[in-house]
Nanobody, 123 residues
Framework: QVQLVESGGGLVQAGGSLRLSCAAS????????MGWSRQAPGKEREFVAG????????YYTGSVKGRFTITRDNAKNTLYLQMNNLKREDTAVYYC????????????????WGQGTQVTVSS
């Protein structure tokens, strides 16, 4: 069973940047695609970005494309989300997730999620 622990959230002004990290326990981190989702108050969970097992292929939802970058370090069992040019609408709890296999483009591809880290963007 995998444990996922997110960190790096916080309060940032619009236009600023944050880097989220997700530390994964357990073996075979490099065998699975990984991803990030987010949930704003009163809204449904939204899939944000995904990456394949090797880090060579990525997917982004349209609203973050060009601003967010997902990467992974398999040697450190760690997933990252670099968020630049943050907007107020990016305010949400961000969750790190492990795919059930090789797919990584929609929420249903994922079965395991961390507890989340809060990102708040002020104007």
């Amino acid at each position: 069973q995998v444990q996922l622990v997110e960190s790096g959230g916080g309060l940032v002004q619009a236009g600023g940047s944050l880097r989220l990290s997700c530390a994964a326990s357990g073996r075979r981190f490099s065998s699975y695609a990984m991803g990030w989702s987010r949930q704003a108050p009163g809204k449904e969970r939204e899939f944000v970005a995904g990456v394949n097992w090797s880090g060579t292929s990525t997917y982004y939802t349209g609203s973050v494309k060009g601003r967010f970058t997902i990467t992974r370090d398999n040697a450190k069992n760690t997933l990252y989300l670099q968020m630049n040019n943050l907007k107020r609408e990016d305010t949400a709890v961000y969750y790190c997730g492990r795919s059930t296999g090789g797919s990584y483009e929609v929420l249903r591809d994922f079965a395991s999620w961390g507890q989340g880290t809060q990102v708040t963007v002020s104007s």
